[in-house]
């Protein structure tokens, strides 16, 4: 029994030793690859490139804005009297000097026949003073009378022919008085509320309805103040065009830029801005909240890029281009102006390959292989799959 159990201690030692030496003797790379994991050498970074644009682009800006109409009418009477006659009903078109009311007029309509016949019985005196007067220059040229009372009646046409002309201006203001009590439309337009009835006794300051113009009509919205030079050199090239969008549609309604205000909102850094729009089929009404697109400028032959493709970090910004040998480069640019999904960018020729997928795991200079070959504009080398 003691040989047997010394027999079997004399195997565990051998094993253990065995053990021991293939631990200690290991080829380098196996014991590397199950120490670390198998940490190999990493391979190409798959990536999808895309090739830069060439096109002109507008520079636009977009506001919310607020249509209002150019000019706007609160009708009131002229003279205190009593409505007689409505012509014109809510919501109607109206003309320029289209009669909206009448107003009641008998007692202007007597005024202006007292002044008229003022001035008919002028005219008469005036007459018959001249006729006198003229009877008088014959007989002095017959020395039939003194010079004294030819002197008097030259007086006495003077007077007369002033009295006259007094008159009648004093009926031309008669009539003015008397056009009051007809209320015509001082402008083109939309007749808004009608706040009287005939019969109704109305006063200088009562309110008969508004007369609103609706074509043509502006759109007031806001630019920051850092576009006001942009905006003052398209004003002075020429039309500015400007778009307004009505909520939840796509059609846009053109029209014009029209006003830029002479002052800044110091506090909201913005400035105050207007555009002018055809408003023939009314589409835009007064108080209306609109979407505007405003193009102050169109970049000519500008390079454009994905902005998915553009990395901002403390290196500064710029793009992962694909080199020659396969190889991620760095493509430093300088962002103009963004746009949608794309932005125009300095800084590249224009036909450089831009990585736009995979770039998140890219380092400079770093192998890469892009997923379909042909968007290289090479094939991929062999060896590198």
Not at 42 to 52: C, K, L, W
Not at 94 to 99: A, I, M, T, Y
Not at 184 to 198: D, E, K, S
Request: hydrophobic share 40%; no cysteine; glycine share 8%.
């Amino acid at each position: 029994m003691k040989n047997t159990t010394k027999g079997v201690l004399l195997v565990a030692a051998i094993a253990a030793g065995a053990g021991a030496w293939h631990v200690t003797h290991a080829p380098q790379g196996e014991k590397h690859a199950e120490g670390k994991g198998g940490n190999r050498p990493q391979g190409p970074t798959t990536v999808n490139v895309v090739a830069p644009k060439r096109q002109d682009v507008p520079v636009t800006l977009q506001a919310n804005g607020t249509v209002s109409p150019i000019s706007t009418v609160d009708l009131h009477p002229q003279t205190t009297s009593t409505i007689v006659k409505v012509h014109v009903k809510e919501g109607q078109f109206v003309r320029e000097g289209e009669l909206m009311f009448s107003l009641d007029n008998r007692s202007e309509s007597a005024n202006l026949e007292k002044a008229e016949a003022q001035v008919a019985r002028d005219r008469a005196s005036l007459a018959d003073i001249e006729r006198q007067y003229q009877r008088s220059m014959d007989l002095l040229a017959q020395k039939f009378v003194a010079q004294g009372a030819v002197d008097t009646l030259k007086s006495q046409v003077d007077a007369a022919r002033a009295l006259l002309e007094s008159d009648i201006a004093a009926a031309r203001a008669v009539k003015v008085d008397q056009s009051y009590t007809s209320i015509r439309a001082p402008l083109t337009g939309r007749v808004g509320a009608i706040n009287v009835y005939p019969g109704s006794l109305v006063q200088l300051t009562t309110s008969l309805t508004t007369v609103t113009q609706l074509d043509p009509i502006n759109v007031a919205f806001t630019v920051p103040e850092s576009q006001l030079a942009a905006l003052l050199d398209a004003q002075r090239a020429g039309k500015v065009p400007v778009q307004a969008f009505q909520n939840n549609s796509t059609t846009p309604i053109e029209g014009q830029l029209s006003f830029i205000d002479n002052t800044v909102d110091p506090q909201a850094g913005v400035i105050r801005v207007k555009a002018q729009f055809s408003n023939k089929d009314t589409r835009l009404w007064p108080g209306q909240y609109v979407n505007t697109a405003l193009t102050v400028q169109t970049l000519k032959d500008a390079v454009v890029v994905p902005q998915n493709a553009i990395i901002n970090n403390t290196r500064g910004t710029f793009v992962y281009v694909l080199g020659a040998d396969n190889t991620a480069k760095v493509a430093n640019v300088e962002r103009v102006h963004g746009f949608g999904a794309d932005a125009v960018v300095r800084g590249l020729q224009g036909t450089e390959k831009i990585i736009v997928e995979g770039k998140q795991n890219l380092r400079p200079g770093g192998k890469v292989r892009v997923a379909d070959a042909r968007l290289a504009g090479q094939e991929t080398p062999k060896g590198v799959e």
